[in-house]
């Protein structure tokens, strides 16, 4: 049942940002910036980082200058400044590490996890570059819609040798009739099942490679450091909460990606 978390932080950005496109520009901005927060907030747990706070804090702080570059920069390819923020954000990871000593345990694991995480939040800009990018904006919905339904299936109580094909199949078929019956005069069917494709792609291998952690055990530093058993509780509802943020928020972050860079190709 907790696996439905993140098909619920997926459903509420997905319609964030659809609702949005329609709205105006400030309010997709807004919709974008949930989820950077969402994955600021989620990451740091779902990686058991020794350093939560500070690593939300920095992937908070990189995920909206990305946003506010994308927003500022007029010409394409609308990320310049990207290159930029990443570099300086490899350089925080690196020192921010250094603070808890040369001696640190899994120190390569976490400058891993952080840097993953900052090309992650760095990702959700490209959904402010993908709505900048002059004509229509059809592929940013059947993208979003491509992403919850793929999303449903991996949610599925059944192994991934099942939930990962229907994702995609899925996904390619709601990318397809709705460029069909709903958005046949601004997106080809070729061009949206290549997009609905490459959406049950992403989120089926998210699933996989992330997945896993939800069922893995509870920081086991904190749990083991409290004796009381509500403690324990509290601690490992906190977490399964934080995990299922990540995973919902991460594909929508990543999917932006997908669609800017067939924008472009199309443009």
Same mark, same amino acid.
């Given at each position: 049942?907790?696996?439905?978390? $993140?098909?619920?932080?997926?459903?509420?950005?997905?319609?964030?940002?659809?609702?949005?496109v @329609?709205?105006?520009y400030?309010?997709?901005?807004?919709?974008?910036?949930?989820?950077?927060?969402?994955?600021?907030?989620?990451?740091p747990?779902?990686?058991?980082?020794?350093?939560? $706070?500070?690593?939300?804090?920095?992937?908070?702080?990189?995920?909206v200058?990305?946003? @506010?570059a994308?927003?500022?920069? #007029?010409?394409?390819?609308?990320?310049?400044?990207?290159?930029?923020?990443?570099?300086?954000?490899l350089?925080?990871?690196f020192?921010?590490n250094?603070? $808890?000593?040369?001696?640190a345990?899994y120190?390569?694991?976490?400058?891993?996890?952080?840097?993953?995480?900052?090309?992650?939040?760095?990702?959700?800009?490209?959904?402010?570059?993908?709505?900048?990018?002059?004509?229509?904006?059809e592929?940013?919905?059947?993208?979003?819609?491509?992403?919850?339904?793929?999303?449903?299936?991996?949610?599925?109580?059944?192994?991934?040798? @099942?939930?990962s094909?229907l994702?995609?199949?899925?996904?390619?078929?709601?990318?397809?009739? &709705? #460029?069909?019956?709903?958005?046949?005069?601004?997106?080809?069917?070729?061009?949206?099942?290549v997009?609905?494709?490459?959406?049950?792609l992403?989120?089926?291998?998210?699933?996989?490679?992330?997945?896993?952690?939800a069922?893995?055990?509870?920081?086991?530093?904190? &749990?083991e450091?409290?004796?009381?058993?509500?403690?324990?509780?509290?601690?490992e509802k906190?977490?399964?909460?934080?995990?299922?943020?990540?995973?919902?928020a991460?594909?929508?972050?990543l999917g932006?990606?997908?669609? @800017?860079?067939?924008? $472009?190709?199309?443009?």
């Amino acid at each position: 049942m907790i696996r439905w978390i $993140r098909v619920a932080v997926a459903l509420v950005l997905v319609l964030a940002l659809s609702a949005s496109v @329609y709205w105006g520009y400030t309010l997709f901005l807004l919709a974008t910036g949930l989820i950077v927060f969402g994955v600021a907030y989620g990451w740091p747990r779902l990686t058991d980082s020794p350093q939560p $706070r500070a690593t939300s804090i920095m992937l908070a702080l990189f995920g909206v200058g990305g946003l @506010y570059a994308a927003w500022q920069d #007029s010409t394409a390819p609308y990320l310049d400044w990207l290159p930029v923020l990443a570099g300086l954000g490899l350089l925080w990871t690196f020192v921010q590490n250094l603070t $808890r000593g040369i001696g640190a345990s899994y120190a390569v694991a976490n400058v891993s996890a952080q840097v993953s995480g900052l090309v992650i939040v760095l990702s959700a800009s490209t959904w402010v570059a993908a709505i900048t990018v002059p004509g229509d904006k059809e592929a940013i919905v059947i993208g979003l819609a491509s992403l919850i339904v793929a999303q449903c299936m991996t949610a599925l109580p059944w192994p991934a040798i @099942y939930t990962s094909p229907l994702a995609i199949a899925m996904s390619t078929a709601v990318a397809g009739i &709705l #460029s069909v019956l709903v958005f046949a005069q601004a997106i080809s069917l070729a061009m949206a099942l290549v997009l609905g494709v490459i959406m049950g792609l992403l989120v089926a291998a998210v699933d996989r490679m992330l997945g896993l952690v939800a069922y893995a055990k509870f920081q086991a530093a904190n &749990l083991e450091a409290s004796q009381n058993i509500e403690v324990k509780k509290n601690v490992e509802k906190a977490r399964s909460f934080a995990v299922q943020l990540a995973l919902g928020a991460a594909p929508i972050a990543l999917g932006g990606v997908v669609v @800017y860079a067939l924008e $472009r190709v199309a443009s």
